[in-house]
Structure formats: C-alpha cells, structure tokens
C-alpha cells in the first residue's frame, strides 16, 4: 500500500514562529503536492514539486514556501506564521509518468494562537 | 478538469449497498473516473478509478456508462465507518502532475 506520511497530526504555533511541515513517501513517487483544505472553501493547491530540488507555486502560495532535497521528503514552511494560516494541511503524492492517481497523508491541524 | 454533479448528501442502512452516482455529461474521451471519499478530520482516501470499463477492488465497484456520461459507486455491504463525503472528479489520461480539483461531494451517513 502507498504510504504518505505527515510528521505531526496537530500543532499549535503561536504569531510570528517558524513552523515546518514535513511529509514522507515510500513508494518513489515523482510528484508531491501540499494542499490545505478550510470549511467552505474545499481543498487549495500551495505548492508542488515533480522532482528533486523542483517547485511549482500552486493557488495560494504566499507565505509559504517548500523544499524536496530527497525525492521521498516534501516540506512545508511558514516563514512566520500568522492566523490566517490556520488550517488543515494535507500533503500528497502520485507516481508520475502517466500514472496519475493521487494519494494523500492523514493531515496536519495547525493552530496558529 | 471536466466538471461533475453529485447529490449533496445520502443516506444507507447499515449492511445494505450504497449507491453513489455522478454525472459527468461533459467528459471527454482521454478522461478517467475517479472517487475519493474523506472521513471527518482525515485525509482524502482513494478509491477506485476507470475510464470506461466497470471496475472492481477489495473497496467498491464503480459502473461506468456506456456513453460515459455518469457512473456509480457502489459500496456492496456499508458500514458506519463509510460515513464520509464522496468525490467523484475526472482528470485526463495526460494529467501527469497535474493537481486534483475535488468538487462538494455527496456525504453519505449510514445508519445502523
């Protein structure tokens, strides 16, 4: 079975921090996705990587930014946080070269007080 | 992506089959079916997917039209843990890495 994993289930982060959101696959995937999902306005692509060291800005990229050093690691960072970021975080993957199905992690609840 | 419509909300018995349609009436030729549902707090989950062939797996069965207009996805013998929003979205072939665009789904409740 594919895995994604998201390091952290819930967090709490407080105006101005640095927060990292950290997702890992096992299933050599070549495409990752960071997305977040708010009440009423369903799920927002903020970045994507279709390689090692490669970004694609997604809808709402500001404030974000993302790194993938290794193909199986694809970070989120909040440069400094603000409450308007809070949300649910939900990172994906899919294998690529026309193989096209998505699969996503548990989510990340991040509370930005 | 093409776009679909699907009920907002659905109810099953415990035990019983679920039935979840889709139209997708504008669907193009290189486009697959997908279904996803999300459990309250959880991640979105795949399902299943075809592009006009009925397809089976340990999880559901998805019937396809023959015109490919609509479908349905049929979960055999529901259980309360299938309490979710199902989404049924349509992504071409070429999609490579292209993102999912999900819709407002169809909440399924079942009830014991």
């Known amino acids: 079975d594919v895995k994604v994993t998201q390091s952290s289930r819930y967090l709490v982060k407080r105006t101005g921090e640095k927060v990292f959101l950290e997702c890992v696959q096992d299933?050599?995937?070549?495409?990752m996705f960071w997305y977040r999902q708010d009440p009423g306005l369903g799920l927002r692509l903020i970045y994507f990587s279709y390689d090692v060291k490669m970004k694609e800005k997604g809808d709402i990229p500001e404030g974000y930014s993302v790194s993938r050093e290794k193909k199986e690691r694809f970070s989120l960072i909040l440069e400094s946080a603000s409450t308007n970021q809070t949300s649910m975080y939900l990172c994906?993957?899919?294998?690529?070269?026309?193989?096209?199905?998505?699969?996503f992690g548990e989510g990340s609840w991040l509370t930005v007080v | 992506d093409a776009k679909t419509t699907q009920p907002t909300s659905m109810d099953c018995a415990e035990g019983r089959a679920a039935n979840l349609p889709c139209n997708h009436s504008t669907i193009s030729g290189n486009e697959y079916v997908y279904w996803y549902r999300q459990i309250h707090s959880q991640g979105p989950q795949y399902i299943i997917h075809g592009l006009k062939n009925n397809e089976t797996n340990e999880m559901a069965s998805l019937i396809i039209t023959e015109d490919r207009k609509s479908s349905t996805l049929i979960l055999p013998h529901a259980t309360l843990r299938d309490t979710a929003v199902y989404y049924c979205?349509?992504?071409?072939?070429?999609?490579?890495?292209?993102?999912?665009?999900f819709g407002k789904g169809t909440r399924l409740s079942v009830i014991a």
């Open positions: 299933m050599d995937h070549e495409n």
């Open positions: 994906a993957s899919s294998p690529g070269q026309g193989r096209n199905t998505i699969y």
């Open positions: 979205i349509v992504r071409p072939t070429n999609s490579g890495n292209t993102p999912l665009v």
